[in-house]
């Protein structure tokens, strides 16, 4: 279908869904962030705030369905066109989000990556997910068994790790693994809690990775750096208010406005 000139108010609603998976399928590292399956929900947020009530009903339902809800937005560090920027974002900064913007709930920041997960003899590659303690408190994804992370887990770097569903059978079979050990890129983690079953989202399977610290995952992975961070809203109106703020305080620390999006 024709786009006629204008604002996004002129916009075909098919056309966004049709853009949006475009640009998933044609950046499949940036979408693998994915385990949350944010990307999209979170661009039809910002890209439908001004259309009608029935988009923005698709949209809420979406993040609702995604366990975001409908007041959150993401960050990536990095240039939407290619080349990517290697990441400018640091953890500091996250944390001054949530401090220094008032519309602001809280955040969770993310560092992805993957590794071989190894119990005895077994082995398993799946996704490694560093992140902060209060992940569970904000999306609607549950701790099944055992405990999840705590904000001393991060602070002090430790070696514990919660793990999926698929990742407790490839590894532990019918084994209880609360207490036990496993080895994620040669490095031993203790396994503090499996999570809830969620199935795949967007071709990402939810119950394949390992869920660490993110100060753990920046040692493991050997990064400083941020793949993403989730900003909430304290209210879904608020949303533009808050891209536009959390974008002026990180170009106002050490990054340009084209250093994320």
Not at 203 to 221: E, H, K, R
Request: contains cysteine; charged residues 25%; hydrophobic residues 40%.
């Amino acid at each position: 279908s024709q786009r006629r000139p204008g604002g996004v108010g002129h916009v075909n609603f098919s056309d966004v869904i049709d853009s949006a998976w475009e640009s998933l399928l044609a950046n499949k590292v940036r979408s693998g962030l994915t385990m949350l399956g944010v990307v999209i929900g979170v661009a039809l947020v910002i890209i439908l705030v001004s259309l009608g009530e029935a988009a923005r009903t698709f949209v809420d339902d979406q993040m609702k369905g995604m366990g975001f809800g409908s007041n959150a937005l993401i960050i990536h560090p990095g240039k939407m066109d290619p080349p990517i920027e290697p990441s400018k974002m640091r953890f500091e900064d996250c944390r001054e989000i949530a401090r220094r913007i008032p519309e602001v709930l809280d955040q969770v920041p993310f560092v992805v990556g993957s590794a071989y997960a190894r119990v005895g003899n077994l082995e398993h590659k799946t996704s490694i997910r560093g992140m902060t303690e209060n992940y569970t408190s904000l999306v609607n994804h549950r701790v099944e068994q055992g405990n999840f992370l705590t904000a001393l887990d991060v602070e002090q770097h430790r070696k514990v790790c919660v793990i999926g569903h698929k990742v407790r059978e490839k590894l532990f079979g019918g084994m209880t693994p609360i207490g036990e050990n496993l080895r994620l890129g040669g490095r031993r983690f203790h396994v503090i809690g499996v999570m809830e079953k969620k199935g795949e989202m967007m071709g990402d399977d939810l119950d394949d990775m390992v869920l660490i610290p993110i100060t753990s995952a920046q040692d493991l992975l050997d990064t400083d750096k941020l793949n993403a961070v989730i900003v909430w809203a304290r209210r879904r109106e608020d949303l533009g208010l808050v891209r536009d703020k959390v974008a002026d305080f990180l170009s106002g620390r050490h990054m340009r406005r084209d250093d994320f999006h």
